[in-house]
Each structure stands twice: as C-alpha cells, then as structure tokens.
C-alpha cells in the first residue's frame, strides 16, 4: 500500500501494464472481428473494438481539422478523435506524459533498453552533433504529414473521411501486422535492436506523434523545477532521466523530451528540491497526485466523448460484411491522403 501511494515508479508501472493489458484485449477482439468479418458472417459475430481507432492518428489528424473547419465530429471513427484529443490534452497539462505512462510502444521501448542495460552494463549515448539532428527527423515526418492535413480543404477531407479506404482503415493495420512483408519485419527489427542500445531509439528521433506530444507540451503549465537553494548538486536526477535532460542544470525542465516520467523527483534525494509544479505556485504536485491528474485526464476525456455519443462508429455489421470480401481491391488503397473516386454504391 505505501508503494502504491509513495513510489512513483511503481504508480507508473502498473499505469503501463493496465493500458497495455487494455491494448492486448483491443488486439484479441478486433482480431476476432476481422475473423468474422472475412469468414462473411460464418464465424460467430464478435464486437469491434471502438479502442482500435486510437492508432490510426493521422485519420485522427484529419477528423480534427474536418471538426474545427465544419462542427463535425465524423462518425467513421469517433473513438480514433477522442483518443487523440485526450492525448494531446494529457500533454497541454502534463507535458509528454503519455509516452511514459500510457504508450504500449514507450512501454516496449524502456523494456529493451533495460535489457540493453543488464546486456552491456549501460545504453549508449549517441554524440551531440549526431543527436540534434537526428531527434529533428521526427519533427520532419510530423512536417510531411502536418502539411498534407493541413493542406486538405474541408471537401477533401470529407472525400477522405467517408472514403471505402479510410472506413476500413483499421482492418488494413491489422493485415498490415497479421501478414507483415519482410522489409516491415527487419525494419521493426533493427528499430527494436537499436532501442536495446541507444535508450528509446524510435521516440526520440523518429516517432512524429511524440513529435507533436513534445510541441503541446511546451504549453504544459506543470513542469518539472528544481530549487537550486536546497539543491546540492549530487546529479543524481541527471542520471536517472531517460531522455538525457541535464535536470540538474535547470531551473526548469522545459525540454519537449520530458515524458514526466518522475524518475528524477524519485531519485533526488532533498525532500522538496525537485517538484512537479505550477508556475508561481510554490507547492509542488505529490507524485501520487500526477499519477492520478495523468490517469484522469485520459478516462475524462474518453468517458467524455463516450457520454457524448462520440465513441462506437457509424457503420452497420451488413455495410462491414459488403466491404470485407473487396478488402484487397484498389478501392481500399490510398496514396499521401489521396484516395480513388468513389461514388454511392462503394
Ligand atoms: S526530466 Fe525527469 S520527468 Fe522529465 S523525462 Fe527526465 S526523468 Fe523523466
Ligand atoms: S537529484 Fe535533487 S539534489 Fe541532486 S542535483 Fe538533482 S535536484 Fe539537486
């Protein structure tokens, strides 16, 4: 019970086992769904998870902007927008608390680097000249696909949004992995090997979600501060950040690499030296507070659009058994956001 309220690292960790746990049931039942959809209604029907939604964040992206420019909230995938706006709103309030406390791929990306750490004693740190340019990329790819969103008028979106592609959008990630090529295996491969090395290789330099994450987060008014009187430089919370924030040289942490992660207030060693806290305000958040804030946040925002109607889709078990069987024809294919004319029937 005294780790439960005292030990922010093992808040954490069970916050990280639930939602992976909550991903692994999202996986098995959709995963029943797709068996039932391509066995055209033979197999006994098994409930789409509307959870599912919460990956495919660039028709997220769209349904955002579709939202703002018309008023809509697009029911093809509802759930996919909520997620994302209860993510982003985590980050507004808590910076990139996300990636360290919800995210099943930041979960798997710190389980390797601490094999990397029993295999080899240590990770390694990639030189500066050769990290600030490559913690840029993601930002890149964040650019490519922003621009793309941003560059789509509300008729395109639209043309988007109702497309047979993007109605089907999930069962195509799911055959993506089901029956993954083999450039995706190695490529998925080396990324895992490099992220035993070089800790959390994929969400620093390429992950342009976090990218995003870390641009809200600048807004974040809960930050980690340090009160360089009582400080007594021992760099203990250096050490201990897994993104390599100089934590002890700051004032502040304001760097858009803070996953609020509290593994620096965990290991300084004054009581009160390092917080998270509000500007002005001089009493910092107990960890178990910022445990249940980043917890909350997230089930108030989805319990939110779930209450409000927004979570399980539009689409109909008939219109899902007549999409299936045409699953691989080219009117399921897109190119950048672009997808072929379809009319009525399709
Ligand atoms: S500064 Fe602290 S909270 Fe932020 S990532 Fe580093 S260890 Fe985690
Ligand atoms: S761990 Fe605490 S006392 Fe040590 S340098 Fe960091 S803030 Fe200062």
Known sequence: MARLKYDSQFQRMLVQAAFLLVCIWIGIEFHYFVKWGMSRGALPFVERPPGVEGFLPISALISLKYWIETGIINDVH???????????????????????WFCPVGTLS???????????????????????????????????FGAAVWAMDADSMAAFIYSPY???ADVKMYYFFAEMTTAAVVTILVLMGLSVVVKNFWCRYLCPYGALLGLASFLSPLKIRRTASTCIDCELCTKACPSNIKVHAAST???????????????????????????VVKRGVPTWAVAALVVLVFIGVTG????????????????????F???DSPMYQHARGSVPEYGPQD
């Open 166 to 168: 993007n109605k089907m």
């Open 325 to 327: 069987p045409k699953i």
């Open 253 to 279: 942490v304001r760097s858009d690499e803070c996953t609020s992660c509290l593994q620096c207030v965990e290991v300084c060693p004054v009581k009160n030296t390092l917080e998270m806290r509000a500007p």
């Open 78 to 100: 509802p759930s996919g927008l909520i997620i994302f706006l209860a993510i982003v709103g985590g980050s507004l309030l808590l910076k990139k608390s996300f990636c360290s």
């Open 304 to 323: 939110a659009g779930m209450m409000a109607g927004h979570w399980r889709n539009g689409m109909t078990r008939d219109e899902y058994l007549m999409r």
């Open 110 to 144: 710190e389980s390797l680097w601490m094999l990397g750490q029993k295999l080899f004693g240590k990770n390694f740190t990639l030189p500066r000249w050769l990290d600030y340019p490559l913690r840029s990329l993601k930002y890149l790819l964040l650019l490519f």
